[in-house]
């Protein structure tokens, strides 16, 4: 069993819908849960960062996260052409300095 | 303020070759992380280090691949007799001194063993 789990999609929208994103992962520590962005042939951006538990909101996205049921979101509101790409969850046990799990990453596609 | 740069962004190689692929941090970035990135696969750390030591390396393969952070200069990742499943993206992120979590990440070397 993978520490992180992400369906790889594609996930294909039109533009204006409401997207969710989602991982699973199997290992209670994790403290630190992060989203980030790639598009093709460049590198991941952090998008959204949180800290244990809870809700947290930029712009647009919304990032979500249960411990108790070992589950993180993302939401993209009023979803753009623009926000194709590779989305990935990654997560940490501790802050700074130590390695970070990744998802495998699902590929969204937003039609015009 | 420019990014975390790498170099080369494309390199091929024949098996049983060496690559060596270069890291600059950020500006006032003392700790350097590698990932490696599979063709539809998530980004696998490989290793952390910061200014001449290697912090953590759990994630290197114990044979033909080596890091390195000298007090000067880049970050050098190198793969000795490179093989075709070597063939990746590889990945630095690095962050500050204070070893934030927030890393940012450069745009990759592209390695193709032929």
């Known amino acids: 069993q993978k520490e992180v789990e992400q369906d790889p999609g594609p996930l294909s929208v039109p533009e204006g819908a409401i997207v969710s994103l989602n991982c699973t992962y199997s290992n209670s520590a994790f403290q630190y849960f992060m989203w980030y962005r790639q598009y093709s042939r460049k590198g991941p951006e952090l998008l959204m960062y949180t800290y244990s538990s809870g809700n947290k909101e930029d712009g647009r996205f919304t990032a979500q996260v249960d411990k108790s049921s070992k589950y993180i979101s993302l939401f993209i509101r009023d979803s753009q052409p623009s926000d194709s790409a590779t989305y990935l969850c990654a997560m940490r046990l501790q802050a700074g300095g130590f390695k970070t799990i990744f998802g495998a990453g699902t590929r969204l596609f937003v039609k015009a | 303020n420019a990014g975390v740069m790498q170099n080369p962004r494309h390199l091929v190689r024949r098996r049983g070759q060496e690559a060596r692929l270069r890291c600059s941090p950020m500006k006032g970035h003392s700790h350097v992380y590698w990932y490696r990135q599979l063709p539809e696969e998530g980004l696998k750390f490989m290793v952390y280090l910061q200014k001449e030591n290697i912090i953590d390396e759990s994630g290197m393969p114990k044979e033909r691949f080596s890091a390195e952070f000298p007090k000067e200069g880049p970050s050098i990742l190198r793969i000795q007799q490179v093989v075709r499943g070597d063939s990746a993206a590889y990945f630095c992120?690095?962050?500050?001194?204070?070893?934030?979590?927030?890393?940012?990440f450069g745009q990759g070397t592209r390695l193709t063993v032929v």
């Open positions: 992120a690095s962050s500050p001194e204070t070893g934030l979590t927030e890393a940012f």
